[in-house]
């Protein structure tokens, strides 16, 4: 018995002395608001109130202000070679990789690369990729409104020679 009190009296002490270590800061400091909200608030309002004009290529922000269908038709219809990918996807880097090599310089121009993880309603866009191509799998390629496929496709394509002539046919669109 003397064993169980002189335990209990070590363990309290040793309770008491950590929660005495563990200093919280005074309610003041709790409750004020951290200054990086007070500015993200100020840019999500600048955000929304300059983003009235319509552009091939949205933002971040208006991408997650459109709907999943919305974002989809203005990538297609906006931009001749779309890339709808996921960042960390090894199929889509295989793809990215492929697209520069056939199109050198002229990769950063021609292709537009939606990483659709890294943006709000992701899922909601893979969805509606489904619905309209019938193809759930990143990535999801589009060249001049039309839709390639996956990687695989794209390998198919370039080792026929498909995927340069529709190459070709997208830069001599975007010169004219």
Wanted: aromatic share 6%; charged share 20%; net charge positive.
């Amino acid at each position: 018995m003397a064993s169980l009190l002189l335990r209990r009296a070590v363990l309290g002490s040793t309770i008491n002395s950590t929660r005495a270590l563990v200093r919280r800061p005074p309610p003041s400091v709790r409750t004020a608001p951290p200054a990086s909200i007070a500015f993200f608030s100020l840019f999500t309002a600048l955000g929304s109130s300059t983003s009235t004009e319509s552009s091939s290529d949205p933002s971040l922000f208006q991408l997650n202000q459109m709907t999943a269908k919305e974002t989809v038709e203005s990538a297609i219809s906006g931009n001749k070679v779309v890339l709808f990918s996921k960042s960390y996807c090894p199929y889509c880097k295989k793809a990215k990789a492929t697209l520069a090599e056939q199109l050198g310089d002229e990769y950063k121009t021609s292709v537009k690369v939606y990483e659709i993880d890294e943006v709000d309603g992701g899922s909601d866009i893979q969805a509606y990729l489904l619905e309209k191509s019938g193809q759930r799998t990143v990535p999801n390629i589009y060249i001049n409104e039309t839709h390639v496929g996956g990687n695989d496709d794209l390998q198919k394509a370039k080792s026929d020679g498909k995927l340069a002539k529709l190459l070709a046919a997208s830069t001599a669109t975007s010169r004219l």
